[in-house]
């Protein structure tokens, strides 16, 4: 251990009553939820980026925080590696991930940036085999850096593609000997600015070709995990391309990927898009490219991106209640892609957003679970839609009739459907009772 966290313990579970901000009042590692440890459920993940990279910038002020690793080279970046670690360990998660971009400096070319990552690696893969934690995705930073002011795979300058499809390749080579359970693609500036300067067909045919190669790579060098696409609809540009699930889908579908690509659904992007984060979490199940999530929400009033731990565990409840009905995480986990507020300058904060995050989810699944077990709302769901289990209506659904013959039949037998409550209300309030 480093000094960085000086006086803090490892956080244990003490149940629901302590009054210790150190202690897991919910999440229990090895509690059972319907048949399964609650650690292989929430399968949790500390984000290197917004913990040991983000500085605590905002649009109007620089730097708030104070860390030895600020502004250093590649023994800084091993540092930050040590306290990284620390944390997880403090945490007990299983799971972390991170850019290149948070993980090492950039060099002075792209052979240079590439031996850093490489370097680093070798880091990881030691703490890796010592600590026990893995990796839950890589992925490549495409966005900060100004030559992708203009998109990666979209860029216009074909150089930049190509520069985007080394980087991905190096990020996705060391994901692979990291054991990696995802690789993820956040198309950060794979959008527009402004409509004038831009070829959309162009775009999303080089955006297109990008990921084929990706998935092409993956088979391969035998990368047996998940390749995932991060759905927001904005910010930083004025569009993206990656909107929500239901257009990501769409993309997949037209250029033939669906099988090979599933979803890393967020919370305030889900909000940005105008959703709820529960709408995108069934519709990637109903669509069946679910994968994994990132649980940070946004403020409610701002409207921007502010990448907040969760802390409403109603909210989690109806996320988890989704997630448990599409079986659960495969390869997927609970990423924490939250910030701290530019304040919480100080470690222990880090060790607040993430407990809280954690208890807040481990709350949600808990009540989740508690809703299926129960069985009443799944019963009301399956009333609801059980007229269409009957022989008429199947055969309609399945295309065994057509227009004409339905219209037919509704004219001959008189067809005149009674109005049947939604009963919004009392599903609401069931919810509740298990909140
Ligand atoms: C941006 C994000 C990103 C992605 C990350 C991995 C900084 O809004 O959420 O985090 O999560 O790039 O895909
Ligand atoms: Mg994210």
Redesign the pocket.
């Known amino acids: 251990m480093t000094d960085f966290f000086k006086g803090i313990e490892p956080v244990k579970y003490e149940g629901p009553e302590t009054t210790n901000p150190l202690a897991y009042r919910h999440y229990n590692p090895d509690e059972v939820i319907l048949g399964k440890r609650m650690e292989d459920h929430l399968r949790f993940a500390v984000?290197y980026?917004?913990s040991f990279a983000w500085e605590g910038t905002d649009p109007f002020g620089g730097r708030t925080f104070e860390r030895p690793w600020f502004d250093g080279g590649m023994d800084a970046a091993t540092v930050k590696a040590d306290v990284a670690f620390d944390l997880f360990a403090l945490l007990g998660v299983p799971f972390f991930?991170f850019?290149d971009a948070d993980v090492r400096p950039e060099g002075e070319s792209f052979a240079e940036s590439k031996s850093r990552l490489d370097a680093i690696a070798d880091v990881f893969e030691k703490k890796m085999a010592e600590t026990g934690v893995k990796l839950l995705?890589g992925?490549a930073?495409l966005?900060s850096n100004r030559r992708f002011m203009s998109g990666a795979a979209t860029n216009p300058d074909p150089d930049v593609f190509a520069y985007t499809a080394a980087t991905i390749k190096a990020n996705m080579d060391v994901t692979m000997r990291l054991g990696g359970a995802n690789y993820?693609?956040?198309g950060?500036r794979e959008g527009y600015e402004t409509l004038l300067n831009t070829r959309l067909g162009q775009e999303l045919d080089q955006m297109a070709r990008m990921l084929s190669m990706v998935v092409d790579y993956k088979h391969k060098i035998g990368f047996k995990g998940t390749i995932?696409v991060?759905p927001?609809p904005q910010?930083p540009t004025k569009h993206q391309y990656d909107y929500d699930v239901a257009t990501v889908y769409g993309f997949l579908r037209r250029y033939g990927l669906e099988d090979e690509v599933k979803v890393?659904i967020?919370v305030?992007?889900a909000f940005l898009a105008g959703h709820t984060f529960e709408h995108e979490l069934a519709l990637a199940a109903a669509l069946g490219i679910f994968g994994s999530i990132?649980m940070?929400r946004n403020d409610y009033q701002s409207g921007w991106?502010t990448?907040q731990f969760p802390n409403n565990a109603q909210e989690t409840t109806l996320a988890y209640y989704h997630i448990l009905k599409a079986g659960g995480f495969g390869t997927g986990g609970t990423?924490f892609?939250s910030k701290l507020r530019r304040q919480s300058v100080d470690p222990v904060d880090l060790l607040h957003g993430h407990i809280g995050g954690m208890d807040t989810c481990a709350r949600g699944l808990k009540a989740a679970a508690a809703i299926i077990e129960d069985g009443t709302y799944d019963a009301f769901l399956n009333e609801r839609y059980k007229d269409w289990q009957g022989a008429e209506a199947q055969a309609m659904l399945k295309g065994d009739r057509s227009l004409e013959e339905i219209a037919a039949r509704v004219e001959h037998e008189g067809i005149n459907p009674p109005l049947r409550s939604g009963r919004q209300e009392f599903l609401e309030n069931l919810i509740n009772r298990f909140v």
């Open positions: 984000a980026w917004h991930c850019h995705w992925t930073n966005s993820v693609l956040w950060g995932l991060e927001k910010e890393n967020e305030g992007h990132d940070n991106d990448d990423n892609d």
